[in-house]
């Protein structure tokens, strides 16, 4: 009997660590490309991708500032591109659909749900930093949230529909599978639908066991054999509820964006080493790791000849 193959997914940078937190944070073209192809060697099938400005490492979500890596990765890698229309909680929605709408990548991601995204216990833990943007940014979550209205889903379901792009359909908490339920009942989405739970987030479900188990067993209520479940776990959680998800038939992510850690008090020296660790622990498992190829026949993906660029 073969063994069941487990989609990997790194996230190389994201919108959430600020460059003082790690010096392996990748922030520029050249660093996010390389991190991204180092990941796909060590076996992610796909990349989940964020842009900084080069100079400071605050989040871009402008086309120019993905183009020069997407191209990159492209000619280096077979890997699936997944491009982000989460952005950072400070962007419009018109904002950070921008990059997804011009490049009409394979995926993309796609938040489900408005909801409080709270990034300021981080200045707890680090008293230094080296741009004057990191210090407010995180402090305004505390204030802020994220907004994902149903208008701005449908604004990036609609923008999006007809460059075939496909979506990873994040869920921070047991309301968004509702609202995903929602646009698949009035067929704004179609499935195959890859769902990403997302645990450990303040502001979103926490990381008790009994937490993965009822987002999972809440998504095969709402979607049956509809959908691919994949998770990621926020910190230290990281490599913990990916265990369990394997163990509970998912797929896995993990990447900088999510933790800068490989273990208690080692930070991670690249994206690639996360993926390795992962995928030494899905084959300890008797699972197997999917190839890019294997990862587009499971999410019924386009096909990277069919992206704009």
Known sequence: MAARKVI????????????????HLPVTPEEIADAAIGAAEAGAAIVHLHARDPKTGKPDQSPEAFLPFLRVIKQRSDVVINITTGGAPTMTVEER??????????IASLNMGTMNFGLFPMLERYRDFKHDWERPYLEASRAGFFRNTFADIEHILRTCAANGTRFEIECYDIGHLYTLAHF????????????????????GIGTHPEDVAHMKRTAD????????????GAGKAQFAIATQALLMGGNVRVGLEDSLWLGPGRLARSNAEQVTRMRQIIEALGLEVATPAEAREMLALKGADAVNF
């Open 221 to 232: 209520r709402l979607f049956g054999d509809a959908y691919r479940w994949s998770v990621l």
């Open 8 to 23: 990997i997914t790194c996230a190389v940078t994201g919108s959430i660590h600020t460059p003082s937190m790690s010096p």
């Open 184 to 203: 698949v009942d009035r067929r704004v989405i179609e499935p195959p639908l890859f769902i990403q739970s997302v645990f450990g987030i303040l502001g």
């Open 97 to 106: 659909v921008l990059p997804a709408q011009r490049f009409a990548p394979e």
